[in-house]
C-alpha cells in the first residue's frame, strides 16, 4: 500500500512535529526512504549473485570432477556397426550393461600380476540390467562367464586393430578385443537387443562403492575361510561387508554352493539384491550429495560410455530407480547347459534362451504381468483399416481337407527375427506334426512373419498357420517359391503360439525384497577344525 503523502502546512503548527516531520514532501523524507530500500536491494541482490555464482561454481566444479574420474569407451565395436538413434535416459526403456573386469593392471596390481589378465582383461561379471519404460520393473539377467557364444568382428578404436569374428568363443574373452564395446556386440548378437550404456568396473571401483554406502549386509549358514584365494573370512550368520571383503565375497569361486561360476553368479545377485536395499532404506537415490558422492566414488575406476558420461544423465537413471518396488527387481541367470563339448563351459539352453530375450525385448515383467512394450523392438507395421462387424472375429486358418504326404512337402523356415537359433523351436513343432523336409536359414530382420507358398501348396501353408496360429492373412500366394516358406519376423519370437509370450518356469532366481535367506557354504571353504 503507498504510503500518504503530507499536505502541505497541514502540521506546521503543531509543536510536537519532529524534523523529518515538518520537512516539505518533495523533499528529504522521500528522497531518505528511496535510498534505504535501494541499499537493502542492492545487498540482497548481491547475495542471490553470490549464491547462485557459489552454487554454479560448486556445480562446475562436481562435473569436472566426475568428467576427469571417469574414462569414456565406445558403446559398440562392432565391426561396421551402425548407430543408434539417442535414447532419452529419463523415459525410455533402458539397457545397461554393467561389466566387472579382472584386470591387473594400474590399482589393481595387489590382486596379482599384469600376466594374470593384463589391458582389458576379462569380464567375469556379465549383468544385463533392464529398466521398463514405466520404471515398474527392473530386470538383472546374469550371463555366465564360461559361456560359449559367437563372437562377432570387432575394432579396437585405440591400436586400429579388428579382431576376427568366432563362430564360437568363450564371451567372457570378448572384452579383450578392444575394450567394452565388444561385449555390448557379443551380447547384441546374442539377444537381438540393442544395448544403450554400458559401465566397467574393476576391483577398485568396487570396494570404493562398498565403502561409501558403508557396507552391504550378508548371510552365510557356515563360517567361511578362504583365505588363500578371494581372501574372503566370515563368521556364520550376518556380516555387513565393506571395501576388501566386500570384494572378496564378490570374487571368491569355490565358496558357494557347488562352487561353480554359476554359484559365484547367484552371490552376485545376493549382494546386489542387498545393497539395493540398503541404498532404498537409507534413501540415498533421492539425496543428491550422496548420489554425487557415490558417482565420484566409482568412477575413479569406472569405464562408462559417452552417452552415460555426464551428470544429468547419472542423476536421471538414479531418479528412476529410486521408486521401483523391490519385489520388481528381478534376478536371472541366462538359461544355460553343460556345452557338449567340454562340460566345463556352458552354452545356452533353447529355447528357454530365446523365450527370455524376447519377453525382455517386449518388455514383459518377468515377475508377473507386463510393461509398456519395449522400444529395442522393431517398430510394427502400420495398423489396418477397422474391420466390418461382420468380419470382427479373428482369422485363424483352419486345417485343409485335402489329403497328401507331409513328409514330403518342402518347407522353408526363415529366422527374421534376429535371435540366433529362433527356428530350431518351431522345426521341432514342425516334424512333430510329420513335416520333415524342412530347411532353416536366417535372413535379414523383419517385423511380420508370414507364410509364402508356390503353386499347389496352399492347402500346406494352411496348415503350417494352424499348427502355430497364425493369421490367415499371413498367407501370401508366390511364383517364384516351390514349397512353402514359413517367414518368422520379430511379431513371433517366442514359443511355439504365434502372438504369445512364453516365459520359461522359474526364470527369475529371485527378487530384491528377498532378505531372510543366507547362502550355503560349500563345505570346502569350512575354516581348518
Known amino acids: 500500500m503507498a504510503r500518504r503523502r503530507t499536505r502541505p502546512g497541514a502540521d506546521a503548527g503543531h509543536q510536537g512535529s519532529s524534523r523529518a516531520e515538518a520537512a516539505p514532501a518533495s523533499t528529504g523524507r522521500h528522497f531518505r526512504a528511496r535510498r534505504r530500500t535501494a541499499l537493502w536491494l542492492k545487498i540482497t541482490a548481491a547475495a542471490v549473485a553470490f549464491v547462485v555464482v557459489g552454487a554454479v561454481a560448486v556445480g562446475g566444479f562436481m562435473v569436472m570432477r566426475l568428467q576427469s574420474n571417469v574414462q569414456v569407451g565406445e558403446l559398440n565395436l562392432a565391426d561396421g556397426a551402425s548407430t543408434k538413434a539417442g535414447v532419452d535416459n529419463s523415459k525410455d526403456d533402458l539397457q545397461i550393461l554393467i561389466l566387472g573386469s579382472d584386470t591387473r593392471d594400474g590399482a589393481n596390481g595387489a590382486y596379482g600380476t599384469s600376466a594374470d589378465a593384463s589391458g582389458e582383461g576379462h569380464s567375469d561379471v556379465m549383468m544385463l540390467m533392464n529398466i521398463s519404460k514405466d520404471n515398474k520393473q527392473v530386470s538383472v539377467v546374469s ?194 547347459v553343460p556345452f557338449p563339448a567340454d562340460p566345463n563351459r556352458n552354452v545356452l539352453s533353447q529355447p528357454a534362451a530365446n523365450d527370455l530375450f524376447t519377453a525382455l525385448h517386449n518388455g514383459t515383467d518377468l515377475t508377473g504381468g507386463s510393461t509398456a512394450g519395449a522400444s529395442t523392438s522393431p517398430p510394427a507395421p502400420p495398423a489396418p483399416a477397422p474391420p466390418s462387424a461382420a468380419a470382427q472375429a479373428p482369422t485363424v486358418a483352419a486345417p485343409s481337407a485335402a489329403a497328401y504326404d507331409r513328409s514330403i512337402q518342402p518347407i522353408t523356415v526363415v529366422n527374421a527375427t534376429g535371435i540366433p537359433d529362433r527356428t530350431t523351436e518351431l522345426a521341432a513343432a514342425l516334424q512333430g506334426a510329420g513335416y ?66 512364453v516365459l520359461p518356469p522359474n526364470i527369475v532366481a529371485s527378487t530384491a525384497d528377498q532378505s531372510g535367506k543366507c547362502l550355503t557354504v560349500n563345505p570346502d571353504m569350512y575354516p581348518p577344525n
Open 436 to 501: 520333415t523336409d524342412l530347411l532353416q536359414t536366417p535372413a535379414s530382420t523383419t517385423a511380420t512373419t508370414t507364410i509364402g507358398y508356390g503353386e499347389g501348396f496352399q492347402d500346406v501353408a494352411t496348415d503350417v498357420a494352424a499348427l502355430f496360429g497364425i493369421p490367415a492373412s499371413a498367407l501370401v500366394a508366390s511364383t517364384g517359391i516351390n514349397g512353402v516358406r514359413l517367414n518368422i519376423g520379430t511379431d513371433f519370437a517366442s514359443g511355439t503360439t504365434f502372438g504369445k509370450t
Open 143 to 336: 550371463f555366465p562367464r564360461d559361456l560359449m557364444v559367437p563372437l562377432p568382428a570387432c575394432k579396437d578404436p585405440k591400436s586400429g586393430q579388428t579382431y576376427p569374428a568366432q563362430a564360437l568363443g568363450q564371451l567372457n574373452t570378448a572384452l579383450n578385443n578392444g575394450g567394452p564395446g565388444c561385449t555390448v556386440a557379443a551380447i547384441n548378437q546374442l539377444t537381438g537387443l540393442n544395448i544403450d550404456h554400458f559401465m566397467l568396473a574393476d576391483f577398485t571401483a568396487v570396494k570404493d562403492l562398498s565403502n561409501v554406502i558403508g557396507g552391504v549386509e550378508v548371510c552365510v549358514d557356515h563360517s567361511v575361510n578362504d583365505v588363500n584365494g578371494s581372501g574372503l573370512v566370515l563368521p556364520a550368520g550376518k556380516s555387513l561387508v565393506q571395501g576388501e571383503q566386500a570384494l572378496a565375497f564378490l570374487r571368491t569361486r569355490h565358496s558357494f554352493g557347488d562352487a561353480s561360476d554359476i554359484a559365484r553368479i547367484q552371490a552376485q545377485q545376493y549382494f546386489l539384491g542387498s545393497m539395493i536395499r540398503k541404498v532404498k532404506s537409507d534413501k540415498t537415490l533421492s539425496d543428491l550429495p550422496k548420489v554425487y558422492n557415490i558417482a565420484d566414488a566409482i568412477t575413479k575406476n569406472l569405464t562408462i560410455d559417452s552417452g552415460l558420461a555426464n551428470i544429468p544423465a547419472m542423476v536421471a537413471i538414479a531418479n528412476r530407480l529410486k521408486n521401483v518396488d523391490l519385489a520388481k527387481v528381478a534376478f536371472i541367470t541366462a538359461p544355460w
